[in-house]
């Protein structure tokens, strides 16, 4: 088609056209973009629940720590009341 040859319509119908495709590329921008967040929600939810569990156990292994230095010092005290 001539350029020379377009009438208003044409162009209105051409830009319409445009719009309606923008519009559409846009939905499926906003539709990934809201997936792409409920899988990073959902990561950072897994993360939050792997850090308590590593804190849990950091925890636990701090009592017992504790709990084995105190039993190595009565040890010592043991061997040193022996001598």
Same mark, same amino acid.
């Given at each position: 088609m001539d350029v020379k040859h377009l009438t208003v319509m044409d162009i209105l119908k051409a830009n319409k056209e445009i719009?309606? %495709?923008?519009?559409?590329?846009?939905? =499926?921008?906003? !539709? $990934?973009?809201?997936? #792409? /967040?409920?899988?990073? %929600?959902?990561?950072?939810?897994?993360? =939050?629940?792997? !850090? $308590?569990?590593?804190? #849990? /156990?950091?925890?636990?292994?701090?009592?017992?720590s504790e709990h084995m230095s105190t039993q190595l010092k009565a040890l010592v005290l043991a061997i040193e009341a022996q001598r």
């Open positions: 719009v309606a %495709e923008a519009r559409d590329e846009i939905r =499926r921008s906003i !539709m $990934e973009v809201q997936e #792409d /967040r409920a899988k990073v %929600e959902d990561a950072c939810m897994k993360l =939050r629940e792997l !850090m $308590e569990l590593s804190n #849990d /156990r950091l925890q636990r292994l701090d009592l017992i």
